[in-house]
């Protein structure tokens, strides 16, 4: 459903107070489908049982998102003010808070997730890190070193990837530290991916360190200059994010079997997604890097393999 002006899924206050469950998965369901391509194909691969909780996980993290961002260019209007941001963010930590306590009102995300709380122990510190990773952008300010932008990476991804765990299953405890990795990885390659838009809103992900190790001036990067100093400098950043990759998969024969192929499948084709920037010669400022829906579902047969690994 859309509001009929932008196409942004429609809010919760257009919800009854007697919004059953099912409806409100739905409701978390278009979310997905709407802003996540990747995400939602792999989730079509796990039981029923398990889509709905993990579509109310990425309904939270994109409702919240999208305040951010939408904050943000208020912010920079003067349309509105920081406290007034802060109060919007307290508010989602305070209907959080009351939805542990059983407390869901008429939003169909928080009914989801009290809904999915009834089966799977998801603990509030994880959501409420969430939304101060997702509070980071606002009034954004660069990385200086690649210690910092990995708190950043943590608090937005790997958070997700520690719940979404408690949902999937897991044999050894050891599987939270890939669900970790691959969260950085994922969010690395999101980095790279954008960096074209990022430039455009006067935004640099990468750590600055980074930029002086290969001498590659922020002057450069704001003004898209492409050469060969850019090009290693993008081939380093990929490099990293794959050795998360690896270390994720590792973790891939920890869960539970019924879960492999849709944690297997996303890890891939966001992966493939640095392969596209190589194949585009690294250059993320005037295209953006995709994998199309043929290649993604072409990545069947070597994800199964995969995901048919055991321990």
């Not at 919007?88 to 306590?101: G, I, M």
Request: proline share 4%; hydrophobic share 40%.
């Amino acid at each position: 459903m859309t509001d009929g002006s932008n196409g942004t899924i429609s809010t919760a206050a257009q919800y009854d107070t007697a919004l059953q469950p099912e409806a409100a998965y739905r409701h978390c369901r278009q979310i997905a489908k709407h802003h996540a391509k990747t995400f939602y194909l792999a989730t079509l691969f796990l039981p029923k049982r398990l889509q709905n909780p993990i579509f109310a996980i990425y309904a939270l993290l994109r409702t919240v998102d999208d305040l951010v961002d939408n904050a943000e260019e208020k912010l920079s209007e003067g349309t509105i003010t920081r406290e007034t941001i802060n109060g919007l963010l307290e508010d989602w930590k305070t209907r959080l808070k009351a939805c542990y306590r059983g407390e869901t009102g008429d939003d169909p995300i928080m009914v989801a997730w009290n809904h999915t709380l009834e089966s799977y122990p998801i603990a509030i510190e994880h959501p409420l890190e969430l939304i101060e990773g997702v509070a980071m952008d606002i009034e954004f300010s660069p990385f200086s070193t690649f210690d910092e932008l990995y708190i950043y990476c943590y608090k937005v991804a790997s958070i997700v990837g520690l719940m979404t765990s408690e949902i999937f299953g897991y044999s050894d405890p050891e599987a939270l530290r890939h669900a970790i990795d691959l969260g950085i990885a994922m969010q690395l390659t999101n980095i790279l991916r954008d960096i074209g838009e990022d430039v455009d809103r006067g935004r640099i992900y990468i750590p600055l360190e980074d930029l002086e190790r290969f001498g590659y001036s922020r002057e450069e990067f704001m003004k898209k200059t492409m050469n060969d100093k850019f090009r290693n400098l993008m081939q380093f950043q990929i490099e990293r994010a794959r050795r998360y990759y690896l270390s994720s998969d590792k973790g891939i024969p920890m869960l539970q079997k019924e879960s492999r192929l849709a944690v297997a499948l996303s890890s891939v084709n966001y992966g493939n997604i640095l392969n596209s920037i190589e194949e585009n010669s690294y250059d993320v400022f005037s295209q953006r890097a995709y994998r199309s829906f043929s290649q993604k579902i072409l990545t069947l047969p070597q994800v199964w393999r995969k995901s048919k690994a055991s321990v």
